[in-house]
Structure formats: C-alpha cells, structure tokens
C-alpha cells in the first residue's frame, strides 16, 4: 500500500506553523507503516502570502506535482488531502492521469467548509471523495450538510511531547496567571476581544505572551495595566514549560476547527479559558477541565476569568487532572493509529 498526503500547508520562515501538524502527522505515520507499506508528503509551503504571490504559489504548486509523481516511480492507492480546496485538484489530477482507481480522502480544517462551498468549482470534485474528515464533531456536521458520503472525525494530533509532569504544579508554583499562545490576529483568533478583555479586569496579572501577529501592536495598550513577558514563535518542545508554568490557557478565538493549543495545554495538566467555537466545543467540558466565556460580552468575560483566578487549589488540582485525562485521546500517535487503520480498510 502506498499513500501520499498532500498538502497546502507547510511550515515556512514566513510562517512556523502553518501546518506543522500535517508534518507532524506524516512523520508519525511513515514511523508506524509496516515494510510493505509507504508514505510520501507532497506540499506547498506558506510563502508569499499576498495576492499575487498566492496565485504563482498555487501555479507552481500544480505545475509541479506531475513531475513529483514521476519522479517517485510509485503507484499511490490512496490520496489524503489536508485542506480541501482547491487543493483537491491535486489529487484528481492524479486519479485522472495516473491512476484511476486510487481513493481520495480529505481532511477539512475549517475554513476550507465556511467560506467556498457554494461555488461551482467547490462542489464538482465532491463526488471523488471516498472518505471525508473533520478535525472536530460540529465541523463535520458542517461538511455532512453538502457532502453525502460518510464523515469521520479526527482531530489533527498533539505531539507526544506533551504529558504531564510526576508531580501536580500547584497554583502558587505557577508564574504566569494566562498564557496566550497562537497568532496576535484580529479576525479569527479574536486577539483583539483578549486585549479588551485585560484593559478592564482589575486585578493586576502576570500574562505570558507566544506568537506574533499584525495586532502585536496591542500589548502595549495593556502595559500599564499588567506585567506582560511577549516571546516570539516557539517551537513546540520549548512551549512545553510555558503551559507547565501557567494558571491558564487563555484563547479567544471566534473561529478555531480544534485549536491543538487547547489540547496541548490540557495535557500539560493547565485548565484552559476559552470562547464557544467548533475546538474548544469539542474539547472544554465547562468547569470540568476548563471554562467558557462569551464572545463579545466584555464584562461577562472579565467577571468569569477574574473569579477562575481566585479559585481554590483543590478544584483546580480536579480541573488539572481532568485536563491531563481528556487530552490523553488527542495524542499524535492516537490519532495516526486510527488514520493507518482507515487507510488498511479503504484499500482493502
């Protein structure tokens, strides 16, 4: 059996992490398949990232594939696609080309189902797909409302770096009261809701900032207010000791398909903050290992937070470990057990 997943997410030095879990994924699995079994990744990285430059990206990215293929001298019996379109037109070139009767599986990740499906061009290449995938239970709902075959879902995979300490980490132990860790982005990561959101809580908090973003102009608007410590993009294994290190996972986002963030720091044993999307839905059990709060009510979200912070060390410890337990079936080598399953009876 080969297989060859393709994506149109690829870590870059523009962009660490787009689509660093597809690698993740790829490298998980080549490590599991039996020695009649193989896995090639064939992807575009996350480079210029403007208009223009997506158009040639996109252009070179297709243009190159048949020549990736012949190079590889292999017939692949299975295509699994990570982000449905257009990169979809990949893997029909090559069942149009090369092999006919290889079987398409897609994984959606979110945007991929809002913002196109309504097109001519979005909905052609729908009745080639043999298996589609959902990284959440509400987003796959979303792809069953225009795809009529079955749906699956499984979650992208956290690394098996993140596990829990021997020893709980008490509230006193832990430096930073929140951690935010993603991209300092207005539209769908909501860093501009979290921003108003410190301006008015009125305790003074120590908050740990990862990542970077166009809005990271707005930290400085809370100086004054807060200690702010502000790091560039981490690679994962040095975020381990942030999430070990805080009170709070907080994530504001008003569109996330999963958010492998929340899962990670879960695992990490930290309770996690977070607005109602698809992600934290799939994973946050209010009170249970972490909590909600609204999107756009400032002084509900500033009340909630300012009393999780003042909450005692025997429900935290029990928020803690229940964390650390629901995050356990997100793990990378988890998830690729059940990829290389469906792969063995797609092809069978």
Do not use: W
Not at 9 to 14: G, H, K, L, T, W
Not at 122 to 138: F, M, Q
Not at 217 to 245: A, G, M
């Amino acid at each position: 059996m080969n297989i060859l997943i393709v994506s149109n997410m690829y870590p870059s030095v523009e962009k660490k992490y787009s689509g660093l879990f597809v690698l993740n994924q790829f490298n998980e699995l080549k490590s599991q398949l039996n020695s009649n079994e193989d896995i090639d990744f064939f992807y575009m990285k996350r480079t210029m990232t403007n208009f223009l430059g997506s158009v040639i990206k996109y252009m070179l990215f297709f243009v190159k594939f048949p020549f990736f293929v012949l190079d590889k001298r292999k017939k692949y019996d299975i295509v699994h696609v990570h982000y449905y379109y257009p990169t979809i037109y990949i893997a029909l070139l090559y069942k149009f080309i090369f092999n006919s009767e290889v079987k398409i599986i897609v994984t959606f990740h979110g945007a991929d189902v809002d913002f196109t499906k309504k097109t001519i061009f979005y909905k052609l290449p729908l009745k080639y797909i043999d298996l589609a995938i959902g990284v959440s239970d509400n987003l796959s709902k979303k792809i069953s409302s225009f795809y009529k075959g079955e749906v699956l879902t499984i979650s992208a995979g956290i690394m098996n770096d993140f596990k829990p300490e021997k020893r709980f980490k008490s509230l006193a132990n832990r430096e930073y009261d929140l951690l935010y860790v993603g991209s300092f982005y207005k539209a769908d990561k909501g860093f501009d809701i979290l921003i108003k959101i410190l301006k008015n809580i009125e305790l003074q908090l120590n908050i740990c900032f990862i990542g970077s973003g166009d809005q990271e102009y707005l930290i400085n608007q809370i100086k004054s207010f807060h200690k702010i410590t502000k790091i560039n993009d981490l690679c994962q294994s040095e975020i381990i000791k942030y999430y070990y290190n805080s009170r709070y996972l907080i994530n504001t986002s008003r569109m996330e398909s999963f958010g492998l963030v929340i899962a990670e720091s879960m695992s990490c044993g930290t309770p996690v903050i977070a607005t109602k999307t698809d992600g934290s839905l799939q994973q946050i059990k209010n009170r249970g290992n972490g909590f909600f709060i609204p999107t756009e009510n400032t002084l509900e979200q500033t009340k909630i937070i300012q009393e999780k912070l003042k909450i005692s060390e025997v429900n935290y410890k029990e928020m803690s470990l229940n964390g650390i337990k629901d995050a356990a079936k997100y793990k990378l080598s988890n998830i690729t057990n059940q990829l290389v399953s469906i792969y063995k009876t797609i092809n069978s």
